[in-house]
């Protein structure tokens, strides 16, 4: 679980942006403003901050150079190149572009908090632990053996828990995008999951779209 | 570099390089008249001054034709004519400020030391050759100046014509690329809670939270889209203008905001129902929404003037100086979106001005003057 400052000044994308990234665990604060983050950062520590370029009171840009050492990610209109160039001379670690979709943004999100090695170690739920440096899984505290592919797998549902990812999607994440599999593999990969860690009950198969980790 | 200033500067580009072609087509022609006419000149002059030569030589005693021929031609030494006369290759007698050689026969330019001279080589009948140079300063300055005076006109008729382009360019592209920036937010919160709704597991608040965003988004997009065709209609001014009832006007506002309370002074305003109706709606919906709930907001109709007044807190320095030049800002305020150009595009098209101003009690007055009304 990573906290996250959200700097939005449209609410409705705000909101967006927080339902989520709470939805995957995080905790969220929302700035409105420049100031606001400015404000924010300051009283508070993050592992990472989403920023607008465009704010009403100042550019992103600024609140970038005022608030160092939170990796950024920063928001953009399509086909603005300047401010691509302009955010990564700033030091920025990636950048979303307007519209964007929320599986792609919850992906970077987690690729920077890796990179910025922000994520969390271990994930605990029921009687069931995950140790993600070490790649070990335990049940009652006994050591069950995972397939890498089994890991890789357990570990996308995982990040991206309460929200569905399609085969389509489990496929390119965790098999590769260059992995010209059927969408059949998934659900064997999915079948043998539930069985062995006893998760029936929380690898859920979402009608006519795909699978979904949920608490 | 965005397509229209892509498109500006080729067809700048195309336009210039036809523009230099016309001035060059209409120079050259003049050119050559000057040049023409300095030959001319100087050929019918060297004819009588080598004819003159001639019989003068010819009358001169034996053995005095030297001295006489010297004479005769220093005669010229104040007029910028110089000459030379050889023999075969040996050289007789020669004011040339410059060595020239060129057969006889032959006439034509030469320049020496930044100097630009006329010259006509001849051959005398009595074997003589004759070479007559001129200075030819001042058809050098009128070919200059004329070479100049083109290449200014056309350099300042293609900057004219850039300046006009770029104008045109610019306020036809402005409101365009305004409008897709300012449908982004809302298209981005669309397609982004339809798919939480789709993907997300959520609880009920959540889903109504998510629902109810995409509702007032899609509004939202409606309203900019409405908002393009008015604007659209607006430009095109081609509606035709007709007496308007305000008090009719009013009345229809007051039924979609009834703290509105209204004064009419002035009957009829001649111009475009429906464009009038956005203005006011557009002005009071502003009002009503930065008055406190229930507080009052009055309209006024007076000759040549429409003002509404409202008794908010009031703008800032800065919302104040974007409404009232909202065509200077680059972004969008808040206070305001598109409907603040609208109105002053509605305005103009009636050859009205809009201003807003603070009210006596710190809220604010939006007021339309009317200059060039037809009816008051």
């Known amino acids: 679980m990573a906290k996250i400052l959200i700097v939005e000044d449209e609410k409705a994308i705000n909101d967006l942006l927080k339902l989520n990234l709470e939805m995957v665990g995080h905790q969220c604060v929302p700035a409105l403003t420049g100031k606001e983050a400015i404000r924010a950062a300051g009283e508070q520590g993050f592992d990472l901050m989403l920023l607008d370029v465009m704010l009403p009171d100042m550019e992103g840009f600024a609140v970038m150079e005022k608030v160092r050492d939170v990796p950024t990610i920063f928001l953009t209109a399509r086909g603005a190149t300047t401010d691509k160039v302009r955010g990564f001379g700033l030091g920025a670690d990636d950048y979303i572009v307007k519209p964007f979709e929320v599986a792609e943004l919850l992906a970077r999100v987690q690729a920077v908090l890796r990179r910025t090695h922000r994520e969390e170690k271990e994930y605990t739920i029921g009687d069931l632990t995950i140790r993600w440096d070490a790649h070990e899984v335990f049940q009652n505290g006994e050591r069950v053996e995972l397939t890498p592919q089994e890991f890789t797998l357990l570990h996308i549902l995982i990040e991206n828990r309460n929200v569905c990812l399609s085969r389509q999607k489990l496929l390119s994440e965790a098999w590769g995008t260059d992995f010209l599999g059927e969408s059949r593999t998934v659900d064997v990969h999915i079948q043998k999951l539930r069985r062995k860690l006893k998760l029936e009950d929380h690898i859920k198969t979402i009608y006519k779209n795909g699978y979904r980790f949920e608490e | ?376």
């Open chain 2, 1 to 376: 570099m965005k397509l229209w200033q892509k498109t500006y500067l080729l067809s700048t580009l195309l336009c210039a390089l036809i523009l230099y072609g016309c001035m060059f087509g209409v120079t050259a022609p003049a050119l050559s008249v000057t040049v023409k006419g300095a030959t001319d000149a100087a050929l019918r002059e060297e004819r009588v001054i080598a004819g003159t030569l001639e019989r003068t030589m010819d009358q001169a005693p034996e053995g005095r034709q030297l001295p006489v021929m010297q004479t005769f031609l220093e005669y010229y030494a104040d007029t910028g004519l110089t000459f030379r006369v050889a023999e075969i290759d040996e050289e007789i007698y020669s004011t040339l400020p410059c060595p020239v050689k060129k057969a006889p026969g032959t006439l034509g330019f030469l320049r020496d030391q930044g100097r630009l001279y006329l010259f006509v080589s001849d051959r005398l009948p009595s074997g003589y050759d004759f070479l007559y140079l001129k200075d030819a300063a001042a058809t050098d300055a009128l070919l200059r100046r004329q070479v100049t005076a083109a290449a200014l006109t056309g350099t300042l008729v293609a900057l004219l014509m850039a300046a006009a382009l770029y104008i045109l360019l610019y306020r036809v592209n402005l409101p365009v690329s305004r409008l897709a920036h300012e449908m982004r937010t809302p298209l981005t919160a669309m397609k982004g809670y339809a798919e939480t709704l789709r993907d997300a597991r959520l609880t009920e608040e959540q889903r109504y939270m998510a629902a109810s965003y995409i509702a007032e988004e899609s509004t939202r997009l409606s309203d900019i889209s409405a908002r393009l065709l008015t604007l659209h209609n607006a430009k095109e001014e081609a509606t035709p203008f007709g007496p308007v009832d305000v008090e009719e006007l009013f009345d229809h506002i007051r039924q979609t905001y009834p703290t509105v309370t209204y004064e009419v002074h002035w009957p009829t305003i001649f111009g475009d129902r429906a464009m009038l109706s956005s203005l006011i709606n557009n002005l009071v919906d502003n009002a009503v929404k930065a008055s406190p709930a229930g507080a009052p907001v009055e309209l006024r109709a007076a000759p040549n003037v429409l003002a509404v007044m409202d008794h908010g807190s009031g703008m800032s320095d800065e919302a104040l100086n974007y409404v009232n030049h909202p065509s200077k800002f680059k972004k969008l305020h808040s206070s305001g979106g598109l409907g603040v150009p609208l109105c002053h595009q509605i305005a103009q098209a009636h050859g009205a001005k809009l201003t807003y101003a603070r009210g006596a009690d710190g809220g604010t007055v939006a007021t339309v003057t009317f200059y060039n009304s037809l009816t008051s």
